[in-house]
């Protein structure tokens, strides 16, 4: 049975402001209350997170992640309003969109593709 | 105004029987009628579309391109009536799911997003 990925991103000029992601990073980092534990939660540098929340800020009209004062790796970070919102229209979106995607073209693909591919020629 | 990106991927194991870069090649092989030909209107190499195609016809039931007798670069290449198939389904799939996004979370998306991302802090 072939399994369809659905992937949603919104692009703020050539950066993307929010995708699957950006998305578990903010969720990541409302569990955990730390860019880098959220990012050492994901499997991701304290760099890249970073990178990633910085690009969101900026992409935002309002910040979505408000890190608390301090600095360094130990900061504490949480989402603003903001960011829970655009975090939980993400998500709806994001579950409307694969509930969508239901009808006779999706059966079609599924039915024509194996489970497993067959080995190289 | 934020732009919405939406790729679907279709895997079959781990590979991806079915995408936006593929069914791109599969509408390049139809007009240009040869894989090599398909590829450089797509910018990619022989060696990238072939690899493409390989997959596509591994993961599918059917195979979805026949490549006509001959060999070498030169040799010609047609899509199956289940490529023909497969290619209208997918991207019939992909409009319907594109207008499967309309509605408040979108909205709410759109509006937090900038047309230009801010300068880097």
Not at 33 to 50: E, P
């Amino acid at each position: 049975m072939a399994r369809l990925k659905l992937k949603l991103q919104f692009y703020c000029g050539d950066e993307i402001a929010m995708g699957p992601g950006k998305a578990d990073l903010l969720e990541a980092i409302a569990g955990e209350g730390s860019i880098s534990a959220a990012g050492r939660a994901l499997g991701m540098s304290y760099r890249r997170a970073w990178l990633l929340v910085d690009t969101m800020n900026r992409c935002f009209v309002r910040p979505l992640v408000e890190a608390h004062p301090g600095g360094g790796k130990s900061a504490g970070a949480k989402l603003t309003p903001e960011g829970e919102a655009a975090l939980a229209a993400y998500r709806a979106l994001s579950v409307q969109v694969q509930s969508g995607t239901a009808g006779p073209d999706f059966e079609k693909l599924e039915v024509a593709i194996r489970g497993e591919p067959i080995s190289q020629s």
